[in-house]
């Protein structure tokens, strides 16, 4: 699985999750640093993958966020591809 956060500056950063077991080099987790926005994709483009999210402190619908697409690529013109790819209208 693919992890894409694009942090306060716009800066795109990616992680790789997966198996150790599997081989090569891989990470079993990632943390996702506060005022970022993050996406995740299987790398290959298909299969399916069962994942969690752990939050601190505690996850609140009051404060939960979900911008628009529209938003987000006036935000990020830079990520425009990645984010239409990752979001819905």
């Known amino acids: 699985m693919v992890i894409y956060m694009i942090?306060?500056?716009g800066q795109?950063?990616?992680t790789v999750?997966?198996?150790a077991f599997a081989g090569g080099v891989v990470v079993p987790y990632v943390?996702?640093?506060k005022?970022?926005?993050?996406?995740?994709?299987?790398k290959e483009g298909?299969?399916?993958s069962l994942i969690g999210c752990t939050t601190v402190p505690e996850f609140l619908f009051q404060t939960f966020k979900v911008k628009p697409r529209a938003e987000l690529i006036a935000e990020y013109?830079?990520?425009a591809a990645l984010i239409?790819?990752?979001?819905?209208?």
Do not use: M, V, Y
């Open 7 to 9: 942090d306060a500056s």
């Open 12 to 14: 795109l950063h990616t």
């Open 17 to 19: 999750l997966g198996d």
């Open 31 to 33: 943390c996702i640093p």
């Open 35 to 42: 005022n970022c926005w993050f996406a995740a994709e299987i």
């Open 46 to 48: 298909r299969g399916l």
């Open 77 to 79: 013109p830079q990520h």
């Open 84 to 89: 239409t790819r990752l979001t819905r209208k």
